[in-house]
Nanobody, 123 residues
Framework: QLQLVESGGGLVQPGGSLRLSCEASGFTLSYYAIGWFRQAPGKEREGVSCITRSYGVTNYAGSVKGRFTISRDNAKNTVYLQMNSLEPEDTAVYYC????????????????WGQGTQVTVSS
């Protein structure tokens, strides 16, 4: 079975931090670019961050630059999203994806998607 499994979501107060994890099984995650996306009820899917497979070049949505950091641990076949200074606007289901390109907008093409993990930022 080829799958991505997200974890680390939860309830956090504004200004708090969470670290999301995305672990791959059935394939080697280091061979793929990895993206994080999020979607809130009634809203469009939003690209949050991605990292290339070649040299680790990263990209971030303007709304999260300076607050979120994407990284990968190839030995653990896992990608992380460190989220700091969280705000209520960050509340969404967060998904990780693996594919050939590090794309967040326009025509995004990813081969594998996780089931998502809920992040709720509320006081």
């Amino acid at each position: 079975q080829l799958q991505l499994v997200e974890s680390g979501g939860g309830l956090v107060q504004p200004g708090g931090s969470l670290r999301l994890s995305c672990e791959a099984s059935g394939f080697t995650l280091s061979y793929y670019a990895i993206g994080w996306f999020r979607q809130a009820p009634g809203k469009e899917r939003e690209g949050v961050s991605c990292i290339t497979r070649s040299y680790g070049v990263t990209n971030y949505a303007g709304s999260v630059k300076g607050r979120f950091t994407i990284s990968r641990d190839n030995a653990k076949n896992t990608v992380y999203l460190q989220m700091n200074s969280l705000e209520p606007e960050d509340t969404a289901v967060y998904y990780c994806a693996a594919g050939p390109y590090c794309l967040l907008v326009g025509r995004v093409v990813y081969d594998y998607w996780g089931q998502g993990t809920q992040v709720t930022v509320s006081s």
